[in-house]
């Protein structure tokens, strides 16, 4: 499950922030929803980094200077991936990626449609309901049994996954998603309040 943006913003319709520090590049923003800790979260910043912690996990992040500039643009968008390269620790709950039987089966039929050789369109189809019964159906959800279902297949006209291992069934964490969406929202209700004073 992805956290959409919508999703985000319905979780924190009703948060405030709260300035507790706020020295040039040295600050600590609280964001609550009239001090209750469900979807809590603190943007903490010092030169070259920036944290974000408490109810959805920890995240560190270093690049340049000041972050907010890094993160913020003037709009409420995320960039995952080129994000995660900027990680710098997390805890131990706050995975980056985790995962996906979805990205697991959207791999299978990649497979299947570019490395698989068919003879004719008969034989395609016989794979493909094979692969239905025999590798998707058998899913469990669970990475290391699901990855051996889809080793462990061959087909009655000899296809395999071979060199599988190579493909990545993971995605983001719907965590890691919810405070990339935290992160430019926060900043853009400090922001706002800046350009109120």
């Not at 690049?63 to 709009?75: L, T």
């Not at 995962?99 to 050789?117: A, G, M, P, R």
């Not at 034989?123 to 990475?143: H, P, T």
Request: charged share 25%.
């Amino acid at each position: 499950m992805q956290c959409t943006k919508e999703q985000f913003l319905k979780d924190v319709e009703n948060h405030s922030m709260e300035i507790l520090k706020d020295d040039g590049l040295y600050r600590h923003l609280k964001f609550t929803n009239g001090g209750s800790q469900v979807y809590r979260f603190d943007l903490i910043t010092w030169p070259g980094h920036l944290c974000i912690c408490q109810d959805m996990g920890t995240y560190v992040f270093s690049k340049q200077p000041d972050m907010f500039d890094f993160f913020y643009d003037g709009e409420i968008a995320i960039k995952p991936s080129y994000w995660s390269e900027k990680v710098q620790s997390q805890c131990k709950q706050s995975h980056i990626e985790q995962y996906s039987k979805e990205q697991l089966i959207e791999n299978v039929w990649y497979w299947f449609e570019n490395y698989f050789q068919f003879k004719d369109d008969e034989e395609k189809a016989a794979v493909k309901e094979e692969i239905n019964k025999e590798v998707i159906k058998s899913l469990s959800g669970c990475e290391i049994r699901d990855y051996d279902v889809v080793v462990g297949y061959e087909s009655s006209f000899g296809h395999e996954f071979l060199d599988f291992f190579e493909t990545s069934n993971q995605e983001y964490s719907y965590h890691y998603l919810w405070c990339c969406w935290a992160i430019v929202w926060g900043i853009g209700q400090y922001n706002k309040s800046k350009a109120n004073n």
